[in-house]
C-alpha cells in the first residue's frame, strides 16, 4: 500500500512562490510514474504536472511558472511554484500511477492520492 502525504500549501500574495512536498512511503516510489493535481471550488479536478524517469510534462498554463522534480532517495516529489497568480488557487494533490508507462492527465488512471495541501493566492 502506498501513501503519499502533501505538505508546503498555503495563502501567497499574487507574483509570489511556494514549494509543494509529497513523501511517499509503502512502495516503489523510484518506480511510479508521478502527478500532481488541483481542484479549484465548484471545478474538476485538473492535471497540473507530471513526471517519469527524468521527463515531465507541464499544462500549458503552468509552463514557465512550475517545476516538478522528483527525488527518488528521500522518496519525494515536488512541485516549485512561482509567479503564482491567484487562478492559481486549489487544494493540489500529488497522485502516483503504478501502472503503464504514460504520464496520463486522466486522475482516473492514478492509483494512490495524498490528503491534498490548500494553496490561496490573493490579488
Known amino acids: 500500500q502506498v501513501q503519499l502525504a502533501e505538505s508546503g500549501g498555503g495563502l501567497v500574495q499574487a507574483g509570489g512562490s511556494l514549494r509543494l512536498s509529497c513523501a511517499a512511503s509503502?512502495?516503489?516510489?523510484?518506480?511510479?510514474?508521478m502527478g500532481w493535481f488541483r481542484q479549484a471550488p465548484g471545478k474538476e479536478r485538473e492535471f497540473v504536472a507530471g513526471?517519469?524517469?527524468?521527463?515531465?510534462y507541464l499544462v500549458d498554463s503552468v509552463k514557465g511558472r512550475f517545476t516538478i522534480v522528483r527525488d527518488n532517495v528521500r522518496n519525494t516529489l515536488f512541485l516549485q511554484m512561482n509567479s503564482l497568480k491567484p487562478e492559481d488557487t486549489a487544494v493540489y494533490y500529488c497522485?502516483?500511477?503504478?501502472?503503464?508507462?504514460?504520464?496520463?492527465?486522466?486522475?482516473?488512471?492514478?492509483?494512490?492520492w495524498g490528503q491534498g495541501t490548500r494553496v490561496t493566492v490573493s490579488s
Open positions: 497522485a502516483a500511477k503504478t501502472r503503464g508507462i504514460v504520464v496520463s492527465r486522466s486522475a482516473s488512471e492514478y492509483d494512490y
Open positions: 509503502g512502495g516503489t516510489f523510484s518506480s511510479y510514474i
Open positions: 513526471i517519469r524517469g527524468g521527463s515531465t
